[in-house]
């Protein structure tokens, strides 16, 4: 009875995802808010990029609602027992987090609306990234991982801060094709709304399946489209900005050694960046060539992974559905082998996978250009 709190709120994320996005596709259709066609853009039409917009507060109004029916309805708490998802020391966690969507939420909107420059949206990248840390959530312990154990707040926070403005950048730049970025971060609360729930972390997993929840309607009209004109929309920088903040909190909390989040486990950190290692490491590349070639860190290019497949002639869809069985693939190998070998012997090997798989799409990529 207890998997009720994960199903019952997941369904009501569905409908209102299923009932709130369409609203929002006709109200942009007709104001013309539109993604301009551009350069760098692979999408050929003028598409309307505010679908995100519906993520956030479907988010927090669901998860609220959720906890506070849980412990004041009577029938509720006696019929699913006695759960322990609030104490003094997570509350603040999601107090902080709820701070930080709204912010990104604001920020987001402005910029798909008027546009706002990588800067400013980096510097408020960086100040929703402290909200973390001051609320008690900081990586904490690195379980051997490059021989690390315990960290001190001086190391851990300022690595917290960072590790979280690299996943929102992750998820915001590998919303490049339809269905991918939504895809990704549904894979990824899967797995942490699974593993949460294993470890009893109920409010955890509710808001990884709330955000499954509300995913899965725009992962429909992103994909696929509404009404008879087959409309689609994007997410924005409104929505993969918010949904990069979200994923880094599960993954710091699933990484943190906190016991009133779940027990010690000695794996946690790898499986925690299993699910991120496939946009984390696309970006880091992009970045590294970017600095190389001494071009602008923050500058837009056609160089991450899915650009890569799709000039190597894969369909958009082929890719979308490649990348994320990729990911999947990645988390199910971790989580598998983090209870035979050791946390840096595995970091290792999913490095090397990468820049082996990186390579070979690389050379795909420069002998058909060759031919052509």
């Known amino acids: 009875m207890q998997f009720l709190i994960l199903l019952l709120p997941f369904l009501v994320a569905v409908f209102l995802g299923s009932v709130i996005i369409p609203y929002v596709i006709l109200v942009t259709y007709r104001k013309r808010l539109f993604d301009p066609v551009g350069i ?35 029938l509720v708490s006696q019929l699913i027992g006695n759960l322990n998802i609030t104490t003094w020391v997570v509350f603040p966690m999601f107090i ?9 939420y604001l920020i987001g909107v402005a910029d798909d609306l008027i546009g706002l420059s990588n800067k400013k949206k980096f510097y408020v ?17 690195l379980y051997g991982l490059g021989f690390m154990v315990e960290l001190s707040p001086w190391i851990g926070v300022p690595f917290t801060i960072f590790i979280t403005v690299l996943i929102i950048n992750a998820v915001n730049l590998i919303d490049g094709i339809d269905g991918l970025c939504s895809g990704l971060v549904a ?8 593993l949460f729930a294993y470890y009893e972390a109920w409010i955890h997993a509710l808001l990884s399946f709330i955000t499954i929840g509300v995913l899965l ?24 900005m918010t949904l990069g903040y979200t994923i880094a909190f599960l993954a710091i909390s699933f990484s943190m050694y906190e016991p009133a989040i779940k027990p010690f486990s000695e794996g946690a950190i790898i499986v925690a960046a299993s699910v991120l290692i496939v946009p ?13 070639t001494k071009q602008p860190i923050f500058k837009p290019d056609r160089n991450h992974l899915h650009h890569k497949l799709i000039r190597a002639g894969m369909s958009h869809r082929s890719v979308m559905i490649s990348i994320i069985m990729f990911s999947i693939f990645y988390a199910i190998f971790n989580i598998v082998l983090v209870q035979y070998i050791s946390n840096n012997l595995l970091l290792m090997l999913n490095f090397m996978a990468w820049l082996v798989i990186a390579y070979i799409f690389n050379r795909v990529v420069e002998t058909k250009y060759q031919k052509k």
């Not at 902080?96 to 990104?104: A, N, Q, T």
């Not at 001051?134 to 312990?141: A, D, F, K, P, Y």
């Open 40 to 74: 760098r853009k692979l999408h050929k039409t003028s598409i309307p990029r505010l679908g995100g917009v519906a993520f956030m507060p479907i988010q927090c109004c669901v998860l609220a609602i959720s906890v506070v029916t849980i412990y004041k309805v009577p």
């Open 96 to 104: 902080m987090l709820m701070c930080g969507l709204v912010i990104l």
């Open 125 to 141: 990248q960086l100040f929703v990234a402290s909200f973390f840390p001051l609320s008690g959530l900081w990586i904490n312990n």
């Open 187 to 194: 894979v990824a609360c899967l797995f942490f709304g699974v």
């Open 217 to 240: 309607p725009f992962f429909y009209f992103n994909v696929v489209g509404f009404s008879k004109r087959r409309r689609r929309i994007f997410m924005g920088d409104t929505g993969s």
């Open 280 to 292: 984390v490491f696309d970006v880091a590349r992009v970045m590294v060539v970017r600095f190389l």
